[in-house]
C-alpha cells in the first residue's frame, strides 16, 4: 500500500514537473514597465528564450526588439504591436497551430521591421511562415527573410508595405506558393523596396487581391519559382511602376486573367530561358478583364505571348520568340510599338501604330521598313545606327515614303539595326532594333 501511495505521489510531481515547463516554454508580453524586450518584468514569465512560444498582447508599452533574439514563435495579437528595431534581429524555428495553420511568425497587430527577421533558417516554418492578417511594415534597410513553409512562404489576409527587402527562398524552398496575396488584401512593394523570389514549386506569387509593385521584384533569378511566375486570379488587380524581371518558369512567367496594368518595366526569360509562355493572358470564366501596357511601359519576352483575353498595347512590347503561338484566340491591340527581333510574330494583332520586323531590300533602299498602321502616332528617327549606343551610322529613314537608305553599311547580308522612336506628342522615347537584310540590286 505503501509503495502504492509513493507511486501516484511519483507521478503527480511528474506531471507537475511536465505541466510547469510547459508554461514556462510560453511568455506573454504585458509591458507594465517600459517597451524594452529585454526586460523580464514586461513578460508574463520573463524574457524569452529559444524555448519559448511568445505572445504579445496589446499593452500600454510595446515592445521593441533592439538586439539578436532567437524564440520558437512568435504571434502578434490584434491590437498588438511588435517593433524590431534598426539593430535588432528575430529568429523564429519551431511552427505552432494558429486557427487552420501552423506557423512561426502570425501577426493579427501591427509589425514594424527595421532590422531583420528570419524564419525557416534550419527548420520547418509551418504550413504558412509568416501569416500575415494585420499591417506588415518592412522599413528601408530592413529583411525578412522566409525558407522551408510546406504551403505558403508569406500568407497576406492584411496590409504588407515593403520598403526594405523580402527574401523567400534563399536556402531552400520558401512553400510551393511563396506568397500568397488573397482577395481585399493589400501588398504594396514601396519604391526602393526589392523582393526576390527562388525555388517555390507552384508560383512565385498568387495574387487574389491589389497588388502595387514600385520597387523591384525578382522571381527566378537564381532557381526556378516552379509553374508560373506571377499568377493573377481571383479579384487580383496589378499595377507595375517598378521594374519586374522573371525567369526559369516552367509553364508561364505571368499567368493572368485579371486586370493587369504596366507602366514601368517587365523583362521575362532574360536572365535565363522559360519552358513555356512568357505572358499567358487567359479570359477568365466571367467577363473580361484587360491586360494593358501603357504610353510608357516597357514590356520584353524572351518568349511567347499568348493572348485569349484582351490585351492593348501603348508602349514598347518586344516579343522575342522565333516561331509564331497557335494557342491566340482574340487580337492584340498595338496602339504604341511592337518589336519583333526574331521574326516571330504574336499571332492575331490588330495594329494601329507601328510594328518592327526583320526586313530585307536592295543595296540602295528598303522599303516599306516599318508596318505602320492606319492611326500611327509614332515618329521613328531619321537616322539610324549599327549599335545600340546611337553612336555608328547605317543610313537614313524617310517618314514620308517609310524607306530606309543604306549610307553606311558593307555588302550585302543581314544587318542589325538600331533606331529612337517616340509619339508625336509626349515623352519616353525607345531605341528598337531591325535586322535588315540587303540584297544584290
Given at each position: 500500500?505503501?509503495?502504492?501511495?509513493?507511486?501516484?505521489?511519483?507521478?503527480?510531481?511528474?506531471?507537475?514537473?511536465?505541466?510547469?515547463?510547459?508554461?514556462?516554454?510560453?511568455?506573454?508580453?504585458?509591458?507594465?514597465?517600459?517597451?524594452?524586450?529585454?526586460?523580464?518584468?514586461?513578460?508574463?514569465?520573463?524574457?524569452?528564450?529559444?524555448?519559448?512560444?511568445?505572445?504579445?498582447?496589446?499593452?500600454?508599452?510595446?515592445?521593441?526588439?533592439?538586439?539578436?533574439?532567437?524564440?520558437?514563435?512568435?504571434?502578434?495579437?490584434?491590437?498588438?504591436?511588435?517593433?524590431?528595431?534598426?539593430?535588432?534581429?528575430?529568429?523564429?524555428?519551431?511552427?505552432?497551430?494558429?486557427?487552420?495553420?501552423?506557423?512561426?511568425?502570425?501577426?493579427?497587430?501591427?509589425?514594424?521591421?527595421?532590422?531583420?527577421?528570419?524564419?525557416?533558417?534550419?527548420?520547418?516554418?509551418?504550413?504558412?511562415?509568416?501569416?500575415?492578417?494585420?499591417?506588415l511594415f518592412n522599413k528601408p534597410g530592413a529583411t525578412l527573410t522566409i525558407n522551408r513553409a510546406t504551403e505558403y512562404g508569406l500568407d497576406n489576409s492584411g496590409n504588407v508595405y515593403n520598403e526594405g527587402k523580402i527574401v523567400l527562398g534563399s536556402l531552400a524552398s520558401p512553400a510551393p506558393r511563396a506568397i500568397l496575396n488573397k482577395i481585399t488584401s493589400l501588398f504594396h512593394n514601396k519604391f526602393g523596396g526589392t523582393i526576390n523570389i527562388d525555388r517555390s514549386t507552384v508560383t512565385g506569387i498568387q495574387n487574389e487581391g491589389p497588388f502595387k509593385n514600385d520597387g523591384t521584384l525578382a522571381i527566378g533569378t537564381v532557381a526556378s519559382p516552379g509553374g508560373s511566375g506571377f499568377s493573377n486570379i481571383g479579384d487580383g488587380d496589378v499595377e507595375n511602376n517598378g521594374t519586374m524581371t522573371i525567369d526559369r518558369t516552367i509553364n508561364s512567367g505571368i499567368f493572368n486573367s485579371n486586370p493587369f496594368t504596366n507602366k514601368g518595366t517587365i523583362k521575362i526569360g532574360t536572365i535565363a530561358p522559360l519552358t513555356g509562355a512568357a505572358i499567358f493572358n487567359k479570359k477568365p470564366v466571367?467577363?473580361?478583364?484587360?491586360?494593358?501596357?501603357?504610353?510608357?511601359?516597357?514590356?520584353?519576352?524572351?518568349?511567347?505571348?499568348?493572348?485569349?483575353?484582351?490585351?492593348?498595347?501603348?508602349?514598347?512590347?518586344?516579343?522575342?520568340?522565333?516561331?509564331?503561338?497557335?494557342?491566340?484566340?482574340?487580337?492584340?491591340?498595338?496602339?504604341?510599338?511592337?518589336?519583333?527581333?526574331?521574326?516571330?510574330?504574336v499571332a492575331k494583332v490588330t495594329n494601329e501604330d507601328v510594328i518592327v520586323a526583320p526586313v530585307s531590300g536592295g543595296s540602295a533602299r528598303v522599303n516599306p521598313a516599318l508596318q505602320i498602321g492606319d492611326k500611327n502616332s509614332f515618329i521613328a528617327a531619321a537616322t539610324w545606327y549599327k549599335d545600340k549606343a546611337l553612336t555608328q551610322v547605317a543610313g537614313t529613314y524617310n517618314t514620308t515614303s517609310n524607306t530606309f537608305t543604306p549610307t553606311n553599311l558593307v555588302g550585302p547580308g543581314p544587318h542589325q539595326l538600331y533606331f529612337s522612336i517616340q509619339r508625336n506628342v509626349g515623352p519616353c522615347p525607345k531605341t528598337v532594333s531591325i535586322k535588315v537584310t540587303l540584297q544584290n540590286n
Open positions: 500500500m505503501k509503495s502504492l501511495q509513493q507511486f501516484a505521489l511519483t507521478l503527480i510531481a511528474f506531471f507537475l514537473l511536465f505541466f510547469a515547463n510547459n508554461l514556462v516554454a510560453q511568455t506573454t508580453w504585458t509591458g507594465n514597465h517600459n517597451s524594452d524586450w529585454n526586460v523580464h518584468a514586461n513578460w508574463t514569465n520573463g524574457m524569452p528564450s529559444y524555448e519559448d512560444d511568445v505572445i504579445i498582447l496589446d499593452a500600454p508599452n510595446d515592445p521593441v526588439l533592439a538586439d539578436t533574439r532567437s524564440v520558437k514563435s512568435i504571434k502578434v495579437n490584434a491590437g498588438a504591436k511588435l517593433t524590431i528595431a534598426a539593430n535588432g534581429s528575430l529568429r523564429t524555428y519551431v511552427p505552432v497551430a494558429v486557427g487552420q495553420t501552423t506557423s512561426t511568425f502570425f501577426n493579427l497587430g501591427t509589425v514594424i521591421n527595421m532590422g531583420k527577421i528570419d524564419i525557416g533558417v534550419n527548420n520547418s516554418a509551418g504550413e504558412t511562415g509568416f501569416g500575415n492578417n494585420g499591417d466571367s467577363g473580361t478583364c484587360q491586360f494593358t501596357n501603357v504610353h510608357c511601359g516597357v514590356i520584353l519576352l524572351n518568349g511567347e505571348l499568348i493572348n485569349q483575353n484582351t490585351f492593348l498595347n501603348e508602349g514598347l512590347l518586344t516579343v522575342n520568340a522565333p516561331i509564331i503561338s497557335n494557342l491566340n484566340t482574340v487580337n492584340v491591340l498595338n496602339r504604341g510599338v511592337i518589336e519583333y527581333p526574331q521574326g516571330g510574330p
